[in-house]
Every structure is written in structure tokens, then in C-alpha cells.
């Protein structure tokens, strides 16, 4: 068997579905079995905690959800050298800055929509968001 005819056979079972190709010619035995692609890894995913507004319902009436402007990255200081803009119990005013949200190279600040105490942080340093996405409470 010569080498033409060898490199017939792997084109043959490149451009086919054939698992094994065997050939016996002249006291020649050849074999070219295709090996089992390996599947990726399944990622397993992680369960993240995250504070609840509590039961599913409405906020109540004393209560200013702060959503997320555009799906991204939520980030709670400007920098990771810097504190975050905010924390739980602390007091705001309308239009402080209580987040950035990242996408694109471009940075939205997320500012608060009323003035109050910030009684939730619903996302983590880091988190992806989505569009419309609770971020903050404040009451």
C-alpha cells in the first residue's frame, strides 16, 4: 500500500461520517478509526444569595425601587480602591449617586430616584444585571 492510498483514506474519513475505515491489500492491514470528540465540561451553576424584598409582592407605598437602566455590570464604588457609594441603612438624597452600572466601556452612574434610608442592596459588587432589574430600596 502506498502513501497515496493512505492519504486517500484520511481524506475519506474527513470529509465522511465513517466512524473506522479497515483495509487489507497485499499482506498490508490498515486501520483509521476516528477517536469520540470529548464534550466540554457542563458548568455546574452556583446558587448566589441575594437580599429579598421579602414576600412577591408590590413595594410598599413608602418604597422607591432603583432599576437598572441597561443590562451590564453592576459596580458599588467608582474604582475597587474606593468604598462603595452606599450601604444599607445610610441616608440619601434624590440624585446621590448609589451605583455604576458598566456595559460596553460605558459607565452609568445609577442615582437615586428619591430621597430616604437605603433598606435594600439587591445586587452584589461585580454581579451582571439585566435591564430593569431591581438594584436598591430606599424608604
Known sequence: ??????????????T???????????????RVT???RSEPPLIQPQATTIASLGKAEAPRPDEHIV?????GISYAAASPDQ????????????GDAL?????????RTIKAGASGTVLGILVENGQPVEF???LFVIG
Open 16 to 30: 465522511s461520517s465513517l466512524a473506522e475505515v479497515e483495509v487489507r491489500e497485499n499482506g498490508v492491514d490498515v
Open 99 to 107: 451605583g455604576i452600572v458598566v456595559a460596553l466601556g460605558m459607565a
Open 83 to 94: 468604598p462603595p457609594f452606599i450601604s444599607v441603612g445610610r441616608t440619601v438624597k434624590r
Open 34 to 36: 476516528r477517536s469520540p
Open 132 to 134: 430593569d432589574q431591581p
Open 67 to 71: 432599576r437598572s437602566p441597561m443590562v
Open 1 to 14: 500500500m502506498n502513501l497515496r492510498r493512505v492519504r486517500y483514506l484520511l481524506q475519506l474519513m474527513k
